[in-house]
Nanobody, 127 residues
């Protein structure tokens, strides 16, 4: 049974930092691309960042987080991280990680590209 579990969310002031973790089990993690998405109240789920199974091979970010967020992965630990710096109130959302098997070193930015999803972790940024 595949499980993705997010952690590290919380309440932080604007300008602060948080590091989210996504721990995976039940899959060959090193062959799965991983993405982070977020969903604010009454808004659609939006892409935040994606990383290929090889980590440094391919990484993409949404324009809204470029230069502030960093995605990385530790395959031996079956974990992907999202380091979030210079947080803004508009970053407030539930953050989800998602995974999909990938034959090649690609990463993906559409929710429909992913097969597995975590339950999400709340990130709240106060002004």
């Amino acid at each position: 049974q595949v499980q993705l579990v997010e952690s590290g969310g919380g309440l932080v002031q604007a300008g602060g930092s948080l590091r989210l973790s996504c721990s995976a089990s039940g899959l060959t993690f090193s062959r799965h691309a991983v993405g982070w998405f977020r969903q604010a109240p009454e808004k659609e789920r939006e892409f935040v960042a994606g990383i290929s199974w090889s980590g440094g091979g391919s990484i993409i970010y949404a324009d809204s987080v470029k230069g502030r967020f960093t995605i990385s992965r530790d395959n031996p630990k079956n974990t992907v991280y999202l380091q979030m710096n210079s947080l803004k109130p508009e970053d407030t959302a539930v953050y989800y990680c998602a995974a999909r098997f990938a034959l090649y070193g690609s990463c993906y930015s559409e929710p429909d590209d992913y097969n597995y999803w975590g339950q999400g972790t709340q990130v709240s940024v106060s002004s």
